[in-house]
């Protein structure tokens, strides 16, 4: 695993943590769709796919509260360990740097 692939993955979570902030802030408007992000990744990177949700034909907002806390929990907790990866990446470079010197 790289740096650059972490870092993907940070700013793909990122979008899915924004979508979610805007069906969350549009949870009272009348008539709201809310956007679903999937993400995907490959051999090296992370990308966040984002599409309006199926209309269901309500007059109120269709966002489900309850997916949208999920998603978020899910957002946070995979940036976190992506920093931390990055943060233990460049703590061995240092190390090897060091010994090397």
């Known amino acids: 695993m790289n740096i650059s ?4 993955s940070i700013n793909s979570h ?3 943590m924004n979508t979610s902030a805007n069906n ?4 009272s ?3 709201f769709r809310p956007s679903d992000t999937k993400i995907s990744s490959s051999a090296d990177s ?3 796919n984002t599409r309006l949700s199926d209309d269901t034909g309500s007059k109120k907002s269709q966002t489900d509260v309850a997916k949208e806390l999920t998603d978020q929990i899910i957002a946070q907790d995979a ?3 992506n920093v931390s990866a990055i943060k233990t990446q460049d703590e061995m470079i240092g190390s090897l740097l060091d010994i090397k010197a």
């Open 14 to 16: 990122q979008t899915m």
């Open 46 to 48: 992370t990308t966040a």
């Open 5 to 8: 692939s972490n870092i993907s």
């Open 24 to 27: 969350l802030a549009n949870v």
């Open 29 to 31: 408007t009348d008539g």
């Open 79 to 81: 940036t976190a360990v």
